[in-house]
């Protein structure tokens, strides 16, 4: 018997121990790299349709010179001349716009592999994105300091990305939301804690402040009254505890998701401020929010809103996925190839089951849908009032596609009744202006950047022609059809990989921010 006992537990420590071995080669297997194709420093497009997504207009049959990725000039096919060294892309019949820039996303360690060749395949040459670090470097999220890196890099031509256009901190949501042994600071939950913050992510070369749910209205008062002194902004979303009204007149510069009006356009929103029970009371509330939606209240926070220039990220992806995710039609979505299993499985497939069973139960049946519709015709009201929308997508949350995402929320945003032409203008030239960039970007013009997308077919007869992209130029790079489709191959590659796997898992276990945000 013990000789049994002695060989089962020999056999299992070999398993075991190659086991061990496996995923510690998986972990420490060295990445490709994905290397930039040749720079050019004049690149000269030839007989194209530009898009002017001021006007709406179209400048037919126009040559574009660029030199050293700058705009140098717009003429009549045939006037401007280069020397042999040039690259010539011949854009007879085809149309050109500005660069997406999608205005809300998450980045990660990852990202490299996994989202930055599939921004680029899509067109989209420039994000926010909306997550950061504390004062350790995160085994999964980013910092201000790798995106940085990241657009030195691209400068350098050593990198293939987006363009990270603003720098976020890490979401102040509380105490909840920081680790332990991180320093108290990073909770603001005294006074004291303001300034330090500030001063911190000042260091840290952040842009804004990501506000969350549960920061305390006293504590978030004193940090948007005390953030322009830092030269820094708040955005984020829209606290629990402080009225949307309040939020606005303090200065908050953008709000994100699709919710905010239903928030307080309800007979009940002031129950809704109560940090004790908020919770269950918006489970409770999301019926009324949608039956009893006072228009009048909403109209007077959008006019608020136009006044004091704050903007508006619906990210119309995330309701969408609430609506739908009992819907094999919507769950079976083809990009989901570009997607690690760990994701799909373990925290895709956990929002699924959840929001599977609330859209198929009794009390929710059809609920999740009708707040996605109400939040649809919101999006038309703001922007028929002035409100300036930028189009977000909310990549990594559940079911949104790094770049895929970009093209359905602009197609949805004309489905809430934005015109082709402003949809967009919510991912080029509004978001521009508000990241204070529109001198360098958003539109095709002489001494503008250019990140540009060449199309088969015109956006604006149907805004689905945004997805017929031909080739994209950036940083003085032309990624033709064959580069564009090479990027998403290489996504699609590296997402199915044993190894790819292992290091996602391994870095979501050993980070205390996603740790912390999965028990809150």
């Known amino acids: 018997m013990k000789k049994k006992i002695f060989k089962f537990l020999k056999i299992f420590s070999v398993i075991f121990l190659l086991l061990l071995l496996v995923i510690i080669s998986a972990v420490l297997w060295p990445m490709p790299k994905l290397d930039p194709p040749k720079k050019f420093d004049t690149v000269l497009i030839q007989s194209v349709n530009i898009i002017d997504v001021k006007s709406g207009g179209i400048l037919e049959n126009r040559d574009i010179l660029i030199k050293n ?7 009549t096919t045939g006037i401007i001349k280069v020397n042999p060294t ?11 716009m500005p660069g997406l820039w999608d205005m809300h996303t998450h980045s990660n360690q990852h990202s490299e592999w996994l989202h930055h060749p599939l921004y680029i395949a899509n067109g989209v040459t420039g994000i926010r994105d909306m997550s950061g670090q504390l004062n350790k470097r995160d085994s999964y999220w980013v910092g201000s300091k790798d995106r940085l890196r990241w657009n030195t890099e691209l400068l350098n031509n050593e990198r293939i990305t987006p363009r990270y256009v603003l720098q976020s901190s890490y979401q102040i949501d509380g105490i909840s939301s920081v680790p332990k042994n991180f320093s108290d600071f990073f909770t603001v939950e005294k006074e004291e804690h303001i ?52 939020a606005i007149l303090l200065g908050q510069r953008s709000f994100e998701h699709g919710r905010i009006f239903m928030f307080e356009s309800f007979p009940k929103a002031d129950s ?66 570009y997607v690690t299993s760990i994701r799909k499985d373990i925290w895709w497939g956990i929002d699924v089951r ?80 508000f990241a204070g960039k529109d001198k360098d970007y958003g539109t ?70 996603v740790r912390v945000q999965f028990a809150d």
């Open 354 to 433: 959840n929001n599977k069973k609330k859209n198929l139960s009794e009390e929710g049946n059809g609920l999740s849908t009708d707040f996605y519709n109400v939040a649809k015709k919101q999006i038309k009201m703001a922007n028929d009032i002035g409100v300036p929308i930028m189009a977000g997508t909310d990549v990594t949350d559940s079911y949104t596609f790094a770049g895929f995402s970009m093209h359905d929320e602009l197609e949805d945003l004309t489905k809430s009744g934005l015109s082709n032409l402003e949809a967009l203008q919510s991912a080029t030239i509004i978001p521009a202006k």
């Open 272 to 337: 809704l401020r109560n940090p004790k029970n908020w919770k269950v009371f918006f489970s409770k509330s999301k019926k009324s929010m949608v039956e009893d939606f006072n228009p009048n209240t909403a109209i007077k926070l959008m006019t608020l809103m136009k006044e004091n220039n704050a903007y508006w990220t619906p990210t119309l992806q995330t309701l969408k996925f609430e609506a739908f995710a009992h819907k094999s039609a919507f769950i079976d979505n083809p990009n989901l190839k």
């Open 69 to 75: 990725n700058i705009i140098s000039a717009i003429d």
């Open 444 to 513: 095709i013009e002489n001494r503008k950047i250019a990140d540009l997308i060449i199309l088969d077919k015109n956006p604006l007869d149907s805004i689905t022609n945004s997805k017929t992209i031909n080739g994209v130029i950036m940083n003085g790079i032309y990624y033709d059809s064959d580069k564009l489709n090479e990027l998403k191959n290489f996504t699609q590659s590296i997402s199915s990989s044993f190894h790819m796997n292992v290091k996602v898992f391994y870095s979501l276990i050993n980070s205390p921010l």
């Open 86 to 96: 040039a690259l010539i892309i011949n854009g007879s019949d085809k149309y050109i």
């Open 195 to 246: 300034d330090s913050i500030l001063r911190f992510y000042k260091n840290e070369k952040v842009d804004f402040i990501k506000v969350y749910q549960q920061i305390k209205p006293k504590m978030y008062r004193n940090l948007a009254l005390a953030a322009p002194k830092y030269g820094l902004h708040l955005a984020g979303h829209k606290p629990m505890f402080v009225s949307l009204e309040d």
